[in-house]
């Protein structure tokens, strides 16, 4: 069945009803981005940097052009043939090489690098001529010179090798690795070769992107810098460690605002590399990228790098680099940065082929529209400021009702609800008699809370956007989202990765958007749908009066 329509603009329309949606929206996604989601239609487009990706990660531009011909409901412009060629064979053309200590950089086409050549953006960093085809590169800029020329539309595959590092062994124990955990490990080290050693791993939370880190740790054996998102991930790191590998506790350190060791392999959080006295202050903890020989660094949740940490990774290219993320989506914009620095896509798997083998929980979408509340509908119309309008809508005290009926549809079944604004999750958390989870918590307090919902001690948790990362809550069946990042797509991601993890009896898990209609709020809710649209789940949208109808919740 013919569902796609391809436009000379780079956008494909892709039909929703069709049989095969969920295979299409899986392979749409491998070499382009969603840019809408309306009901029946959804739009896709085709840009040098998802064309970059593809072609890393080991897609022929011919095996595009003939999955768009077959799925096409008219002819494809020619343009557009044209263009997945030129994107695709632009990955590869330019190749940073590394020979007796000389980098060079050498493209396969004369007449490109005599425009490189050219650019004063690029001029201090080239060195001398060899030939119309190379010239020499310093090898302190080979970070740099990627992101300049990135920026002027020519990707670099750079097979310019990595430090071997300290040698560390470590070998896996009491792990049954998956099929596709293999592949993503094989993926990025590649036997070892040059073309391996950078590059991210995309797979969604409850998949085992932290096993699937410690797979490529196996595979190199080396001291290894693990960089993540918060204090409880740097625990969950090292107890993933000591479980799954043979490596002692006395070679694993934690570096963090309480406790800094720096041991064979550390485990650090993005805070702490970030932390300066002042704004002029320099960064005093980057001094921990220098301090061992390491051979690998992980970025875990790599589309949170803070820029202090990128400018950082552009001058430590000859280590080898792992991205571990559940999504590319930047709000900053910077997926180019990534790309560059720590390198291409090297392997994705579709979120519902994982759901079909049984290996994350099938999910039921609903965002449930909420009138807003009489006495502050007044107050809403005459706001001028649109983010204290999007708030106002956000914190809508009708929603609590709504809670309510969820929590009598799904009673006894462990539930979170996640937030924004800590003053609507106190109200939320004193309504209900729940514990409540924000920045505030210690962390020894947060770990208590967090052990007693997965022992089953505690049904439900009310959490803030602390709980939207790294946290391994896997019984967790019904997420309740009551406020978010206005138009986040990766804050989506993540908390709908609240409840992916396979589950004990019945694989199933629910995760509810509560938005305020006809309001700001409303209008940011589409944006934070594309992710989930993206990865092929139906989004389901209803109104409050309906969810106590369990038959259409579960249908």
């Known amino acids: 069945m013919s569902c796609l329509i391809v436009q000379a603009d780079s956008t494909i329309l892709f039909e929703t009803n069709s049989p095969q949606y969920v295979e299409i929206s899986a392979y749409l996604s491998l070499f382009s981005d969603l840019m809408k989601t309306p009901e029946h239609v ?15 990660s080991g897609m022929k531009s011919q095996d595009i052009i003939d999955f768009l011909k077959k799925h096409s409901k008219f002819e494809i412009p020619l343009k557009i043939c044209k263009e997945i060629q030129m994107y695709m064979n632009r990955y590869g053309i330019l190749r940073l090489e590394k020979n007796n200590d ?22 201090p960093y080239l060195q001398d001529q060899i030939d119309n085809f190379s010239s020499k590169i310093n090898l302190v800029h080979r970070g740099l010179i990627k992101q300049e020329l990135i920026q002027l539309g020519f990707p670099v595959e750079d097979i310019a090798g990595y430090l071997s590092g300290e040698r560390l062994q470590i070998q896996l124990s009491n792990v049954n690795l998956r099929d596709y955990q293999t592949d993503a490990i094989e993926a990025f080290y590649q036997g070892g070769k040059k073309t391996g050693g950078s590059g991210l791993i995309v797979l969604p939370c409850g998949s085992g992107k932290t096993i699937v880190g410690i797979g490529v740790m196996s595979k190199v054996n080396c001291e290894t810098l693990i960089l993540t998102t918060n204090v409880t991930s740097v625990k969950q790191w090292k107890r993933e460690i000591l479980t799954k590998t043979d490596v002692p506790e006395e070679l694993i350190g934690e570096y963090t605002g309480d406790i800094k060791q720096v041991k064979p392999i550390t485990i650090a959080t993005y805070q702490i590399l970030t932390h300066r006295k002042n704004k002029n202050a320099d960064f005093i903890h980057m001094e921990l990228f220098k301090k061992r020989d390491w051979g690998l660094i992980i970025y875990d949740e790599v589309h949170l790098l803070p820029a202090p940490v990128f400018r950082e990774t552009a001058t430590i290219q000859a280590t080898r680099r792992l991205g571990l993320t559940a999504t590319l989506i930047r709000e900053d914009g910077r997926e180019e940065d990534v790309f560059s620095l720590v390198g291409p896509k090297r392997f994705y798997f579709p979120w519902k082929q994982l759901e079909q083998h049984g290996w994350i929980s099938k999910v039921e979408c609903y965002e449930i529209r909420v009138d807003l509340s009489s006495d502050v509908i007044d107050q809403y119309h005459q706001m001028e400021n649109q983010k204290n309008k999007f708030r106002l809508a956000s914190e809508n005290p009708m929603k609590i009702n709504v809670i309510k009926q969820l929590l009598k549809l799904h009673a006894e079944i462990p539930t979170l609800i996640i937030g924004q604004y800590i003053n609507q999750l106190k109200e939320i958390s004193n309504h209900f008699q729940a514990p409540l989870i924000t920045g505030e918590l210690s962390h020894t307090e947060r770990d208590r809370l967090y052990n007693e919902f997965k022992e089953g001690e505690i049904k439900l948790l009310v959490v803030s956007k602390v709980a939207n990362f790294a946290i391994d809550l896997p019984d967790a069946a019904v997420a309740i989202q009551v406020s978010g990042s206005f138009g986040s797509r990766q804050e989506e991601a993540q908390r709908l990765g609240r409840v992916l993890r396979p589950k004990k009896s019945k694989n199933q898990a629910h995760f509810y958007t509560l938005v305020t209609r006809d309001s700001k709020e409303q209008e940011f809710s589409l944006k934070r749908q594309l992710f989930l649209v993206e990865q092929g789940y139906q989004y389901h949208i209803l109104d409050a009066r309906h969810i106590t109808n369990k038959e259409l919740l579960t249908s």
């Not at 959804?42 to 890393?56: C, F, G, Q, R, V």
């Open 42 to 56: 959804h739009t896709y487009k085709i840009t040098p940097l998802s064309m970059w990706n593809a072609s890393a």
């Open 102 to 123: 000389q980098l060079t950089l050498i493209s396969r086409d004369s007449e490109i690098m005599k425009q490189i050549r050219k650019s004063k953006a690029l001029q």
